[in-house]
């Protein structure tokens, strides 16, 4: 399958999986669950998938960015990531009691104890997924992702239209992790066989010892979001905070996560043909912060009337801290890939201590922000998203090998398009509208309009692209109608 089609279809997957996530929550929050219950489940996630970073251990990474793999070996790969789920699920069943007792929330302890089964269960689908980013068959792909996303959220709309409260989540997490593994299985089976002797895994177990104190240091900086907020400020702001965060995120994700990982495996391919990075990734940094910006800018301006529209009065308090998680995303996604890119080119030991930095950055400084207050918090994203900035740019400038002058001038198209993209809402909210629904979109269809002429009038590098991929779109339509 060649880059471009590639991108089409986890495009597809990453907006048909935000769809059915974006709807389910509104309908979650509007409805049948207060900041308070969202706090309690949001507690319990984060807890769990911090102990959750023994799980992977780097194993899709590994597949996925091996130049040569043994079939023989994938069933031992396999029966390791089953023996570490399973471990990982028996130690936050087991932690789920002094976690209730840490937060004084005894509801916390059956909501860990679902998620420690859904650990049971999604080890059985990561061999076959990397299978498939490694063979870039994203159409399959698709299929796993978003059918898992539809029958995990259906799942938590459901019970808690029935009343389930918090635990609707946590079911609905586990009816993800069944429905992506035999989804996954289905289409490209991998049985786990465990290995006579450590040969066939030994070289992945080497890779895995250095990712795993790397996936320790993310998951902490990551992770830990929702347990300092919950133990500094309380349950009702976690769910606040987790909310507008995960609107952000998956926006994030809506806009440029399906490009991330077809690149991945595109460098990979260039890495092994021997090929300089330094201009293909410049091109990245173009697509990602084209898109994103604007989005992330259109986000900040509407965070108010798109929290009222979206999740109702309950969640009013989210939106200040919607408007600076939006804009602590723009530095975020300045540099992307800025872990895969290191992994790739064997740099995972210097890339430990680098992450290390990261983490301890993250932690401290919104550590801080909460100490202060809820807003503060907030705030605390974008001097972190400042910090973060820093030390990736630094780093994969370096490895890379860019020029800084090539990557500011990145930067500063991208951002006139992101400026032109939210001037029609600038300019409606200075004039003191309160924009309703069919106003928002009004607006942001103006918006897009403009960033697509800043876009050509800048000769922005994704400006080829979104012609290249208007026309990929197009073609089929045209070709029936001509037929």
């Not at 100490?371 to 630094?394: D, K, N, P, T």
């Amino acid at each position: 399958m060649s880059v471009r089609r590639a991108a089409l279809w986890s495009l597809a997957a990453q907006y048909a999986t935000f769809s059915i996530q974006f709807v389910a929550s509104v309908v979650i929050s509007r409805l049948f669950l207060l900041p308070a219950d969202v706090g309690l489940f949001s507690i319990a996630l984060a807890a769990a998938m911090i102990v959750s970073i023994f799980q992977d251990l780097g194993i899709t990474r590994f597949i996925s960015g091996q130049p040569q793999m043994s079939p023989a070996a994938l069933p031992h790969y396999a029966a390791v990531a089953v023996s570490i789920g399973w471990s990982v699920a028996a130690i936050v069943a087991l932690a789920a009691p002094f976690v209730a007792h840490f937060y004084a929330q005894p509801a916390l302890a059956p909501l860990l104890w679902l998620i420690a089964a859904s650990y049971l269960v999604t080890p059985y689908a990561t061999v076959p997924a990397a299978l498939l980013v490694r063979e870039m068959d994203f159409r399959t792909l698709f299929q796993v992702n978003a059918g898992s996303a539809l029958a995990g959220n259906g799942t938590a709309i459901a019970l808690a239209a029935c009343g389930f409260g918090a635990s609707s989540l946590a079911w609905g997490v586990l009816a993800t992790a069944v429905a992506r593994a035999a989804i996954a299985n289905i289409h490209r089976a991998v049985r786990p066989r465990m290995p006579e002797n450590t040969a066939s895994v030994r070289p992945m177990l080497g890779f895995s010892s250095m990712s795993f104190v790397l996936s320790a240091s993310a998951a902490i900086g990551h992770r830990s979001q929702d347990l300092i907020v919950g133990r500094v400020l309380g349950i009702t702001a976690t769910g606040l905070f987790s909310r507008a965060s995960a609107l952000a995120g998956q926006l994030t994700t809506l806009v440029t996560g399906a490009i991330g990982s077809v690149f991945y495996s595109a460098f990979a391919r260039k890495r092994d043909a021997g090929e300089p990075l330094a201009e293909p990734y410049l091109h990245l940094v173009a697509c990602y912060t084209a898109l994103n910006w604007a989005a992330m800018v259109g986000l900040a301006l509407a965070a108010e009337p798109l929290v009222l529209l979206l999740y109702g009065p309950n969640w009013i308090g989210s939106a200040p801290l919607l408007r600076w998680t939006a804009l602590g995303e723009i530095f975020f996604v300045a540099i992307p890939l800025q872990m895969d890119v290191p992994l790739l080119l064997g740099q995972i030991r210097r890339l430990v201590w680098v992450n290390l930095l990261d983490t301890c950055a993250a932690v401290a400084i919104l550590t801080a922000g909460c100490f202060i207050g809820l807003e503060a918090a907030g705030i605390s994203r974008v001097v972190y998203g400042f910090v973060w900035w820093v030390i990736y740019a630094l780093y994969l400038g370096r490895l890379i090998g860019f020029r800084f002058g090539a990557l500011m001038s990145v930067y500063a198209r991208s951002g006139i398009c992101a400026l032109v993209a939210g001037g029609p809402l600038m300019i409606a909210l200075w004039q003191g509208m309160e924009p309703g629904l069919l106003a928002l979109l009004l607006l942001s269809a103006s918006g897009v309009l403009a960033w697509l002429a800043a876009l050509g009038a800048t000769r922005h590098p994704a400006w080829k692209e979104v012609r290249m991929m208007a026309e990929a779109l197009s073609r089929p339509i045209l070709s029936r109608l001509a037929g």
